[in-house]
């Protein structure tokens, strides 16, 4: 099937996707839970989870899929093979809350390599499109990353995993990069701060993430001119588009130097 028609088929299943987000927040009915103690679940994720491989397998019978709820079993999975790549709502607390920054992620991967994205935020009424090699979109529009070129005059978005132990050494990092920034937003998706790269809203972007939260935004990124990669080696084996830790996504002139900062605060460790 050519990349386009997939695209397009996996647009319609996130506005699927996100037409059940809003029933259920305006509903106020869902439930609440912890995975691992800390991160907090509802059972409209595990829904829409369910519509997108239900739908996914209408459409792509039998093609592998990665999902945060379904089938979150990276060791299950040929990572450089062909495999739907899939968060149902990437901003579960912000959904929870009744915050707007919420979206639903899909990526297509073969090969190792994101061929195609579609991050849609059902409360923004935003749907971020890419194909590897032939630009990104918002609502049909082409769209590109800032053309900012020092950290002093960007403003860079981060976010801290669910576990309260693991937050105290990104602090460092933090305190760092708001000395020489212009400020730091948390907006909490992921998704969206990527997307928000690559329409220029944010200049710049860096955490750790799972491979459903960041797999389509990383393309939208990457195809809207960001310029995209890791602090650190990837390790052998794994796709680096789809490892995601110590991710760094910023307009080209301020990468290196945004880079150079956040090793150095690792390094400056008591």
């Known amino acids: 099937m050519p990349l386009a028609k997939r695209l397009e088929e996996a647009v319609d299943i996130a506005h699927q ?13 869902f439930q609440q ?13 595990v829904a829409v989870d369910t519509l997108i ?56 991967v073969k090969d190792g390599r994101t061929e195609l994205g579609v991050v849609y935020a059902p409360f923004l009424d935003e ?3 890419a194909i590897r090699g032939a630009g990104a979109y918002c609502n049909g529009e082409r ?12 403003l860079v978005a981060t976010g801290f995993p669910y576990n309260r132990d693991s937050r105290a050494p990104l602090l460092r990092r933090l305190t760092a990069v708001l000395m020489q920034c212009q400020d730091i937003r948390r907006n909490g ?4 701060d990527l997307c928000d790269v690559a329409c220029g809203r944010l200049d710049a972007y860096y955490e750790s993430v799972s491979p459903w939260d960041f797999a389509a935004g990383l393309l939208i990124a990457r195809e809207a001119g960001a310029r995209t990669g890791h602090l650190y080696p990837c390790p052998s084996g794994i796709p680096e588009d ?11 002139d301020i990468h290196g130097e945004l880079s150079k900062l956040l ?3 690792d390094e400056d460790r008591p």
Do not use: C, M
Not at 22 to 27: L, N, T
Not at 75 to 99: E, M, S, Y
Not at 243 to 252: K, T
């Open 53 to 108: 491989a239900e739908a996914l397998e209408r459409q792509f019978p039998n093609e592998p899929r990665l999902t945060e709820e379904l089938n979150p079993d990276r060791d299950n999975l040929d990572l450089n093979d062909t495999l739907w790549v899939v968060d149902p709502i990437d901003g579960t607390v912000n959904f929870a809350h009744g915050l707007r920054h919420v979206a639903v992620s899909i990526a297509w």
């Open 143 to 154: 769209i590109r990353t800032s053309r900012t070129t020092t950290l002093a005059r960007s």
């Open 33 to 45: 839970s912890y995975k691992k103690g800390t991160e907090l679940v509802t059972d409209t994720d």
């Open 17 to 29: 996707a996100g037409r059940t987000i809003r029933e259920a927040r305006a509903a106020q009915d």
């Open 189 to 192: 998706a992921a998704a969206l």
């Open 263 to 265: 090793k150095r605060a």
């Open 242 to 252: 789809l490892y995601g830790e110590n991710i760094i996504v910023s307009a080209p």
């Open 127 to 129: 749907t971020y499109t």
